[in-house]
């Protein structure tokens, strides 16, 4: 049996609900082998990000050649990138490794409006990795950032995803509408000159902790097994969807979303 192993570049959360935590287990849900490499230890919870240490790239690229050289990734995303020679690193190690299927999280700022992501990187996620990019999942701050555009609807989300795949060279753009305040949330998905919709009705909770962590590393899960992207997102989003709509009422804050509730699920329909 060949297991389909994928692998998480991004920060911590140690309460569990977004990060690096949040990655590995939405990897083991989906079935999927994790790893991962730690770029920033953050210290946050449901109520927000209090502070955080960069990882001395030196480590970061350590932790990478650990794991090609022993259990190479079918498929990679990156979350918390932080910093300009983090990113340098990573495109470093993509590139060597010959990964195609990379899944870009661009994680600028966190819910609570802390900022993961120094105003100098923000350049580099653009020119340095969005062309080894299969998949990237802004959300529409980090959109409007990255295309300098504004962006106040369905047909604007459009616009911004063709750029980041026509003009940046991402291979396929996943523009989230988490932000907007339609009665569905609605991403948009730009590939191969075509768009795709996916929509799911908006669920009224604050317990939205993680949500683009999880949706990103659903995607890179499905990918690993060898998926296509539209396929990819088609259950990303089903499973991000019954992640929100169970989710668990944990901490004083914004509470994270269950990861046990997309097999609940489908072992009910059985
Ligand atoms: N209240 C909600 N109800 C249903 N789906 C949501 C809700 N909020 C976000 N989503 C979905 O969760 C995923 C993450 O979206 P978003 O919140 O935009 O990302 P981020 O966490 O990066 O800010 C997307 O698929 C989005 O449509
Ligand atoms: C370490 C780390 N990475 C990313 C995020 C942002 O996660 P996200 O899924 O956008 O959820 P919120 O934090 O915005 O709720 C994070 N918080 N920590």
New binding site residues.
């Given amino acids: 049996m060949t297991i389909p192993i994928a692998l998480t570049i991004a920060g911590t959360d140690p309460s569990g609900g977004a990060g690096i935590q949040a990655d590995l287990k939405t990897f083991h849900e989906l079935r999927v082998f994790g790893t991962s490499a730690i770029t920033a230890v953050v210290s946050q919870n449901t109520c927000g990000v209090r502070s955080f240490v960069d990882i001395d790239p030196a480590l970061i690229e350590d932790q990478l050649q650990a794991v090609f050289e022993d259990v190479p990734p079918n498929a990679v995303k990156t979350g918390m990138l932080s910093i300009v020679p983090a990113i340098e690193i990573t495109a470093k190690i993509l590139k060597q490794h010959g990964v195609s299927r990379y899944v870009m999280?661009p994680?600028m700022v966190a819910?609570s409006g802390h900022s993961l992501l120094s105003k100098e990187a923000v350049q580099s996620l653009i020119t340095m990795l969005l062309p080894l990019t299969y998949v990237t999942?802004?959300?529409?701050?980090?959109a409007e950032i990255m295309s300098n555009m504004r962006i106040s609807s369905l047909d604007d989300m459009k616009k911004a995803a063709r750029y980041l795949v026509d003009d940046c060279g991402a291979f396929a753009c996943l523009l989230?509408?988490?932000?907007m305040s339609d009665e569905n949330?609605?991403?948009v998905l730009y590939s191969e000159g075509g768009f795709e919709t996916?929509s799911?009705?908006?669920?009224?909770?604050k317990h939205?902790h993680?949500?683009?962590?999880?949706?990103s590393a659903a995607i890179t899960a499905e990918l690993a097994k060898g998926k296509s992207v539209q396929s990819s997102v088609e259950t990303?989003?089903a499973y991000?969807?019954a992640a929100?709509?169970d989710s668990l009422q944990i901490g004083h804050g914004n509470g994270p979303t269950n990861h046990w509730a997309f097999n609940d699920r489908l072992s009910n329909r059985a």
């Fill in positions: 999280d994680v819910k999942t802004p959300n529409i701050p980090e989230k509408g988490g932000h949330a609605v991403d996916f799911s009705p908006r669920i009224a909770t939205t993680g949500t683009g962590c999880t949706l990303a989003k991000i969807s929100i709509e």
